[in-house]
């Protein structure tokens, strides 16, 4: 059973959307976790990770990566580890700082890693496909107002919250 028919029909609209939402988001990421498992013997952590350092050709450190993926700097480590092992990574060491080093692609990693983003690419682009684009166009503008609003009630919510500390 999904969240989605968990809702009843008396729940406010805005419930059950809300869990349709996050029902197609855990479908379209298990069919990427599925994707990446199958064609590509790896997992979403290590893809994000690689995603991460793609972005950055210099590389990054490991703290950083642990701030930019929200995942401690154990889980990271672990996974960089394998990517090393695997001749995906490479740690390079940080000028001026002989306790840190930099986690950068190999040349290797990069090709890998592209192969795997144009796979993810057609998933995702796969998961919409029955959506015209004007289609995906208001859904992508209603979901954008949504954003805002998440923002806004957050910001309020950990203000309030500091008044409350102080």
């Known amino acids: 059973m999904d969240l989605e028919s968990r809702a009843h029909a008396e729940n406010p609209d805005e419930l059950r959307l809300w869990l349709r939402l996050l029902t197609c988001t855990q479908l379209i990421e298990k069919r990427v976790r599925l994707g990446l498992r199958t064609e590509f013997e790896t997992t979403l952590p290590r893809f994000d990770l690689m995603a991460q350092l793609e972005r950055e050709p ?49 040349d290797q990693g990069r090709a890998y890693f592209h192969d795997m983003a144009k796979s993810h690419e057609r998933w995702i682009v796969n998961a919409f496909e029955t959506l015209s684009p004007k289609e995906i166009q208001t859904i992508h503008k209603l979901l954008h107002k ?21």
Do not use: F, Y
């Open 58 to 106: 210099h590389g990054m450190k490991m703290g950083e990566l642990s701030r930019r993926m929200m995942v401690s700097g154990g889980n990271i480590t672990t996974i960089t580890d394998q990517l090393v092992k695997e001749g995906w990574v490479e740690r390079v060491d940080e000028a001026g700082d002989r306790r840190a080093w930099r986690v950068q692609l190999t």
């Open 146 to 166: 949504i954003k805002l609003q998440a923002q806004d009630n957050l910001h309020e919510s950990l203000t309030d919250n500091l008044a409350e500390n102080t």
